[in-house]
């Protein structure tokens, strides 16, 4: 079945930097769009990032362009998000999500439990 592991967040001062991870397994990760997403405290899900299955090119949410970069490693079977410039209102539960077959970046079929970032001086 598939599986999509986060990991890396933590509490992180404002203007810091973290990397996310997520081990995926289950499907062949290298035929698939993948794509980032979180949810704050009190708020929806808000896509954040993703990027096709050959690296055709990447896309960001506004609030996020410049600051935060994905990738992804096919061989490793691994998504990443590198997050810089860290804000307070980065703060969120962040998801690795499988974009559904034929949908857009935003249009997931699995996704996984998350990982908590905190952004807090």
């Known amino acids: 079945q598939v599986q999509l592991v986060e990991s890396g967040g933590g509490l992180a001062q404002p203007g810091g930097s973290l990397r996310l991870s997520c081990a995926a397994s289950?499907?062949?990760?290298?035929?698939?769009?993948m794509s980032w997403a979180r949810q704050a405290p009190g708020k929806g899900l808000e896509w954040v990032a993703g990027?096709?299955?050959?690296?055709?090119?990447?896309f960001y949410a506004d609030s996020v362009k410049g600051r935060f970069t994905i990738s992804r490693d096919n061989a490793k079977n691994t998504l990443y998000l590198q997050m810089n410039s860290l804000k307070p209102g980065d703060t969120a539960l962040y998801h690795c999500?499988?974009?559904?077959?034929?949908?857009?970046?935003?249009?997931?079929?699995?996704w996984g439990q998350g990982t908590q970032v905190t952004v807090s001086s």
């Open positions: 289950g499907f062949t990760f290298s035929k698939y769009a």
């Open positions: 999500a499988k974009v559904a077959p034929g949908g857009t970046l935003w249009e997931y079929d699995y």
């Open positions: 990027m096709y299955n050959d690296d055709s090119d990447r």
